[in-house]
């Protein structure tokens, strides 16, 4: 199931908005002035998606509507009493077109006692978790240092999940199974504004560095198409010997030009596969070409070329992802280049300045730029954390970037979605960001 459309009715109690996705492109360009709800509207298909019903609970709507590509429509409702609130799904099925639609009650929240947690007054949240944690981390009546306050918000959406875990369980609603099966074949991830610092685990003030963590993923990555490359080896090596007999048996239509050309694109491929980081094993490059006098070997060299192949297909989709990558990155950076080691990662480069070795000297992470921080905390993101299928909501795509970065952002999300399959939906003020792309813009409206 696709979403082809996204409509929400009385948005803050006032808006009606309507998105329909551009599905030919996979790219959807949300705009419209402050204080629309383009924010919101991401956050409330992540929510709703991703089970986080207790978003709903304080927002004012009339109805959220999702149109899918097998013509079905999804109603979101809400119930509201002075003691709970009560969330509830519909469907219209194209294939039961005649029966009358019903509605589920897919969630129940009380609120007499918690309402105020989804307050959207960040300084009276801030003020009452603090009072509720004996206020340890309250410094005064006037503010919050910046760790603190990152905490305490993270506290807050924590402190909700939890009532809702320990809520009365015996009287939770059972979604219909129509509704169970399919929710969890729509894969929304939402990267929003404040993409480089993360918490580095949960209800601790400690934070790291995204842009490390993204270098630990991709060893990560490498060191699990090494293993499966290995594996891949470890079986073709026990069979050389039979398979290698049946194929001398069999014999070979392969001609002396046709085996070389292989041999030369088995090298070319180890080469790219190189280029980006996955140093391969290439200890025969050395047989490039064969000629006249080594025509007997075609039928082993045949049998040796497939089989390499076959243990670089683990790299495959790796390569395409890290070069990809690199190749985004580094025509944004200036005077430095984005280089990925398996076993350091990701390490950058200036292309001005050596050190004593007559090296260019590596760049911390730290020292990157901010905007070059959250350009590569994106496309990673993008690139690495997606497959195909999945929606990918983008708030703000602009902060932090220059001019000439904005103008190439949606070309280099074509070349996202072309190898990973995804749709994206992006809000944004910035008319540097859709530069040429104005047939891929939805604009919200307000009230005239």
Known sequence: MKINKIEVKKLFGVFDHEISLRNESNITIVIGENGLGKTVILEAINSFFSGEYYFFVCLEFEVFKFYFDNNEIWSLTKSKYPDYCALYISRNNPENAGAREKRFRIYSEEISNKNR???????LQLRELSWNTHNIWWRNNNGLNIDDSLYLQQLRYEQIKQ???HKDTSKSPSPPQWFVENVKKIHVKLIETQRI????ERGSDAYVSAVNKCSEEIKDM?????????????????????????KLIQGSDDSLVELNTALANLDNRRRLFSSVGLVVDSKDTDILQIDEDQKHLINVLKLYIDD???????YQELFEKIKLFKEIINKRFKHKKLNILKDKGLIFNSTVIKNDEDKFEEIPAEKLSSGEQNELILFYRLIFHSQSGDMILIDEPELSLHISWQNKFINDLKDVTSINGVSIIIAT??????????DLKVELLGVE
């Open 163 to 165: 009532l809702n875990l």
């Open 222 to 246: 490498i060191l699990k198409a090494i293993k499966g490359s290995s594996e891949v080896t470890l079986i073709l090596d026990s069979t050389y010997p039979t398979r290698l007999v049946k």
């Open 429 to 438: 003020h910035s008319p540097d960001i859709i530069n040429d792309n104005w």
């Open 117 to 123: 947690l989804g307050l959207r007054d960040e300084e």
């Open 308 to 314: 390499s192949h076959k243990k670089l297909d683990p």
């Open 197 to 200: 610092i993360t918490a580095k």
